[in-house]
């Protein structure tokens, strides 16, 4: 059968039941009489019946009863005459969607084309929901758009019935349309938020669904720009964004969800991934940097994004140790002429002696972190030699330099430093002990290129100071009272103290020389203590004796009385030796032996010759008896 033009735009034409002329008789088929029975009746039969009159039937209306009642007694094989009942119609659209669905509600129309019989149909959706019609006028047409399509498969049963209800033979059709005319629901979540910078890579879970008859998902597409990243056939799946962010802008990503047939959903948005780590660097100075020159220092971070933040910071310690803080709050902010990133920068210059330390950090707003230090010290000044001086001019028992290096030399920087005692090299902690004037010379060399150097002269001298008495001499016996003198053969050393028989006395330094004064008969010991500038000390005793007044004859006689005990001037200096030597036994320097073997000699000699000075004295003397 051929479709009418009506049907002309359609892509596709369905079914069409055709049935041979003569193969559908009235009486070659039995029914069941419940099946003349309407069930449901079609709504064109509650139009009005003038309405669908046949003009060849108002002809009719004119005829002669008797002739109708004529063909009424007719031959009953006159019926095998009758037009025989015309197939119905059908005509739809081909699916609009994919895999044989429908995503818009079919278009047709079931016509029924025969003058005999009736066309009916049954029609049942997605839902279980029914609906049922009949045709039985000759060309009458249902449209396909009044059937209650939902989507899943919604099923249309198509047969035809004679007058007397009977199905006619091979006239039954079935078409089932699947339908989903909804788009999938997706639901996406990008890791932390769709506004948070990623710092490696982001993650997109992406969810869909299709309804319960829906005809399910087919693909999840995800899409950076026109690049695809991954496809899945899963309802729900985990896409990896791995593409860098550029100028602070988020990567543009599209997911395009497709169900079976071809509904699609397109979501986008944009994820912000920054796997770089800022650039910080510090121009103008290298680490650990000495110099006596100011010096210009230059923070410069970079970064192809956005910035969290930029700081800078300076602390400075001054030669007495005193530290302050300094942060940097000016920066210059624009783009780098080669690179094109974001760039910030600020300059500073130091002057000031000290020991700086920089340090600088910059993020970005993944939380990628860059920090740079660099120490430079400024020194302008020579190092500080220390102790030397303290050497100058002094005495000393023996020289060692005992300081260690750092207590040597002071500078804010490393130096190196050498010593010379006598012009020849000196190393620290050695003892020398050669008495005498002597010269240090320490020189030092820092590693900002400063010098200085340090000289000091001083003695050594580890000899006791000697102390020397005037006007007394040991084991002397002086007359009546005596003046005495004390002084150190050096003066420059000092007398401590001078005690007499003991007791200190309070006796003042002048012209260099100590007086004492003595008037009280009786033995003396004097003691006296010295200490030279080197420290060394010496104690020196001596003992005399002071007598009372003489006569006027023991002053005559005391000439002969020595010469008679002491002889010739040989005898003289006998005594003489003999007292010297008790002074030094003072002085623990006599030998104990020697002198009591002079004594005893001595000791004879006096006896002796002063029996023979009585004999003279006796006979140089007046006769008593005479008186």
């Given at each position: 059968m051929i479709i009418g033009s009506q049907f002309a735009d359609m892509s596709a034409v369905g079914s069409i039941v055709q049935a041979e002329a003569g193969d559908h008789r009235e009486a070659e088929k039995e029914t069941d009489p419940e099946e003349d029975k309407d069930e449901n009746k079609n709504p064109e039969e509650d139009k009005d019946p003038e309405e669908d009159k046949n003009p060849e039937e108002d002809k009719d209306e004119n005829k002669d009863p008797d002739k109708d009642s004529e063909k009424e007694d007719k031959d009953p094989e006159e019926d095998s005459e009758k037009e025989a009942i015309k197939p119905y119609q059908i005509v739809y659209?081909?699916?609009?969607?994919?895999?044989?669905?429908?995503?818009?509600?079919?278009?047709?129309?079931?016509?029924?084309?025969?003058?005999?019989?009736?066309?009916?149909?049954?029609?049942?959706?997605?839902?279980?929901?029914?609906?049922?019609?009949?045709?039985?006028?000759?060309?009458?047409?249902?449209?396909?758009?009044?059937?209650?399509?939902?989507?899943?498969?919604?099923?249309?049963?198509?047969?035809?019935?004679?007058?007397?209800?009977?199905?006619?033979?091979?006239?039954?059709?079935?078409?089932?349309?699947?339908?989903?005319?909804?788009?999938?629901?997706?639901?996406?979540?990008?890791?932390?938020?769709?506004?948070?910078?990623?710092?490696?890579?982001a993650e997109v879970r992406v969810e869909s669904s299709d309804g319960l008859n829906g005809s399910q998902i087919a693909e999840i597409i995800c899409k950076t720009g026109e690049k695809v990243i991954g496809k899945s056939n899963k309802e729900t799946e985990i896409f990896r964004m791995e593409e860098e962010s550029k100028n602070g802008e988020g990567i543009p990503v599209t997911f395009i969800v497709k169900d079976v047939a071809g509904n699609k959903t397109i979501v986008t948005d944009k994820v912000y991934i920054d796997r770089n780590v800022p650039e910080a660097v510090i121009q103008g100075v290298q680490d650990y940097m000495i110099t006596s020159k100011p010096v210009k220092v230059n923070y410069l971070a970079e970064e192809e994004n956005i910035f969290q933040v930029v700081q800078a910071h300076i602390s400075k310690e001054d030669i007495t140790g005193r530290k302050e803080e300094t942060e940097i709050t000016e920066w210059r902010i624009g783009k780098s002429d080669e690179s094109g990133k974001m760039r910030k920068e600020s300059s500073q210059t130091l002057t000031e002696d000290g020991i700086?330390?920089?340090?600088?950090?910059?993020?970005d707003m993944a939380g990628h972190e860059n920090q740079v230090e660099r120490?430079?010290?400024?020194?302008?000044?020579?190092?500080?030699?220390?102790?030397?001086d303290e050497l100058d001019g002094k005495y000393l028992k023996y020289f060692r330099w005992d300081y260690s290096a750092g207590e040597s030399v002071k500078d804010f920087t490393s130096y190196t430093y050498t010593m010379k005692l006598d012009d020849t090299v000196y190393r620290p902690g050695e003892k020398i002990e050669k008495e005498g004037m002597h010269t240090l010379?320490?020189?030092?060399?820092?590693?900002?290129?400063?010098?200085?150097?340090?000289?000091?002269?001083?003695?050594?001298?580890?000899?006791?100071?000697?102390?020397?008495?005037?006007?007394?001499?040991?084991?002397?016996?002086?007359?009546?009272?005596?003046?005495?003198?004390?002084?150190?053969?050096?003066?420059?050393?000092?007398?401590?103290y001078i005690k007499i028989n003991g007791a200190k006395q309070k006796s003042e330094k002048q012209k260099g020389l100590y007086e004492?004064?003595?008037?009280?008969?009786?033995?003396?010991?004097?003691?006296?203590?010295?200490?030279?500038?080197?420290?060394?000390?010496?104690?020196?005793?001596?003992?005399?004796?002071?007598?009372?007044?003489?006569?006027?004859?023991?002053?005559?006689?005391?000439?002969?009385?020595?010469?008679?005990?002491?002889?010739?001037e040989k005898a003289v200096k006998k005594e003489e030796q003999l007292k010297e030597e008790q002074m030094n036994k003072r002085n623990g320097k006599s030998?104990?032996?020697?002198?009591?073997?002079?004594?005893?000699?001595?000791?004879?000699?006096?006896?002796?010759?002063?029996?023979?000075?009585?004999n003279i004295l006796k006979k140089m003397q007046p006769d008593n008896k005479n008186k």
């Open positions: 659209n081909e699916p609009d969607g994919e895999n044989g669905y429908y995503i818009h509600r079919p278009d047709g129309r079931i016509t029924h084309m025969s003058k005999r019989g009736t066309t009916r149909y049954l029609f049942k959706n997605g839902n279980n929901e029914q609906q049922e019609g009949i045709l039985d006028r000759q060309n009458e047409s249902f449209l396909l758009k009044q059937l209650n399509f939902t989507d899943g498969g919604n099923e249309l049963r198509i047969w035809m019935e004679d007058e007397k209800g009977h199905r006619v033979e091979n006239s039954e059709s079935q078409k089932e349309f699947w339908l989903d005319s909804s788009k999938p629901v997706v639901h996406y979540e990008i890791t932390g938020g769709s506004e948070i910078w990623h710092k490696d890579i700086y330390k920089l340090r600088m950090n910059a993020a120490q430079v010290i400024i020194d302008k000044e020579n190092p500080v030699i220390v102790h030397v010379v320490v020189e030092a060399v820092d590693s900002a290129g400063n010098k200085s150097d340090a000289k000091a002269r001083f003695t050594i001298d580890h000899t006791p100071p000697v102390i020397r008495f005037e006007n007394i001499r040991e084991g002397e016996s002086y007359e009546k009272e005596r003046k005495f003198y004390i002084r150190t053969e050096n003066p420059e050393d000092q007398i401590e004492c004064k003595v008037d009280e008969a009786k033995a003396y010991e004097v003691e006296v203590k010295a200490k030279d500038l080197a420290g060394n000390e010496q104690i020196s005793r001596i003992g005399f004796q002071i007598e009372q007044e003489k006569t006027l004859l023991q002053k005559i006689t005391e000439p002969v009385k020595k010469y008679i005990f002491y002889g010739n030998i104990l032996c020697s002198g009591i073997m002079l004594t005893g000699m001595l000791t004879g000699i006096g006896f002796w010759k002063r029996e023979r000075l009585g």
